[in-house]
């Protein structure tokens, strides 16, 4: 069992930044990769960006990189995703993912949270 909670969303100013945190509780943090999706009103679920067990690994989705940074800090049993420049079509709501069954790109997580919504205005 895993506990899965993301906080941070908020309204921002296109051009802004914001910063999104998830903490996973429950299990062995450190012992899980984790990922970043998102969602806009009427689409599907869309990757962002991921991080192995350790940090030593990322990956995100190719027309976010530069601008989203994934982190973590496993003493803290806590995930990270910094946003800059931030656009209008990164509005949505924001989901932390723990422990992908297939690959980290896949909604085939075994944990989510609830979800932080972001919402971008010009």
């Known amino acids: 069992q895993v506990q899965v909670v993301e906080s941070g969303g908020g309204l921002v100013q296109a051009g802004g930044s914001l910063n999104l945190s998830c903490v996973a509780s429950g299990r062995s943090f450190s012992s899980l990769d984790l990922g970043w999706f998102r969602q806009a009103p009427g689409k599907e679920l869309e990757f962002v960006a991921a991080i192995s067990r350790t940090g030593g690994s990322t990956w995100y989705e190719d027309s976010l990189k530069g601008r989203f940074t994934i982190s973590r800090d496993n003493a803290r049993n806590t995930a990270y995703l910094r946003m800059k420049s931030l656009e209008y079509g990164d509005t949505g709501t924001y989901f932390c993912?723990?422990?992908?069954?297939?690959?980290?790109?896949?909604?085939?997580?075994?944990?989510w949270g609830r979800g932080t919504r972001v919402t971008v205005s010009s």
């Open positions: 993912a723990v422990e992908p069954t297939v690959s980290v790109f896949q909604t085939s997580y075994n944990y």
